[in-house]
């Protein structure tokens, strides 16, 4: 299957400023990659899509403005919690899709905004 | 809206028993389904794919069954083993039948296997 690596993968920040963090895909090219966010005791819901070379389409309810996606190659999809605030502090993991339509995820990113 | 349900929210048992865990969804038309294991902050890994065209999937001591008429697919381990104990999420492609990695989980499973 394929492999995600997801960096960094734990960190914190102060409020108001912004993280990047980073999704790989090792083996395999991917034109689409998913971020997901899952909060404490909860389960994981999909954020957005992310397009090699295009914009990302984000689910309902989720900020584009806030949360930046950059999918500016077939191996990495970055990103970016803008102006954090201590809510946006949650576990963020990435996914590519792998033939036939099995979903490989990353170890995941845990924000912390103090 | 596809929505997945995961029972039991939690489970604990004694090493070496068979266990099931139960996970069933609203729209049947699905392309398939995925059940990974979550170790406590750590990432998803991928367990059992399971096609719509197929019933069950098995990976050593995991045997996977899946009755998309019924909405319904379970998890079977045998013998279980304490390295076991972690959250056990089930999770479909978003309603519309195609999968493209935009995926429902359901709430999980904690499973804890004590020795």
């Known amino acids: 299957g394929a492999v995600v690596s997801q960096h960094p993968s734990r960190v914190i920040c102060k409020s108001g400023t912004s993280v990047k963090i980073e999704c790989r895909s090792l083996d395999f090219q991917a034109t689409t990659m998913f971020w997901y966010r899952q909060f404490p005791k909860q389960s994981l819901m999909l954020m957005a899509t992310s397009n090699e070379g295009s914009k990302a389409t984000y689910e309902q309810g989720v900020e584009k403005d806030k949360f930046l996606i950059n999918h500016a190659s077939l191996t990495l999809s970055t990103l970016t919690v803008t102006s954090a605030h201590p809510e946006d502090s949650s576990f963020y993991i990435c996914?590519?899709?792998?033939?036939?339509?099995?979903?490989?995820f990353g170890q995941g990113t845990r924000l912390t905004v103090v | 809206k596809q929505e997945v349900t995961q029972i039991p929210a939690a489970l604990s048992v004694p090493e070496g028993e068979n266990l099931v865990l139960n996970c069933s969804f609203t729209d049947s038309a699905i392309y398939n389904l995925q059940w990974f294991r979550q170790d406590p902050g750590k990432g998803l890994t991928s367990l059992l794919l399971?096609?719509?065209?197929?019933r069950e999937q098995t990976s050593g001591r995991l045997n996977a069954s899946l009755d998309k008429s019924s909405g319904r697919s379970t998890l079977y381990i045998a013998a279980s083993q304490p390295g076991d104990s972690a959250t056990y999420l089930c999770?479909?492609?978003?309603?519309?039948?195609?999968?493209?990695?935009?995926?429902?989980f359901g709430q999980g499973t904690i499973l804890t296997v004590h020795p």
């Open positions: 399971i096609q719509s065209s197929q």
């Open positions: 996914s590519v899709t792998s033939g036939p339509d099995e979903a490989f």
């Open positions: 999770a479909v492609p978003n309603a519309g039948g195609t999968s493209y990695g935009k995926l429902t």
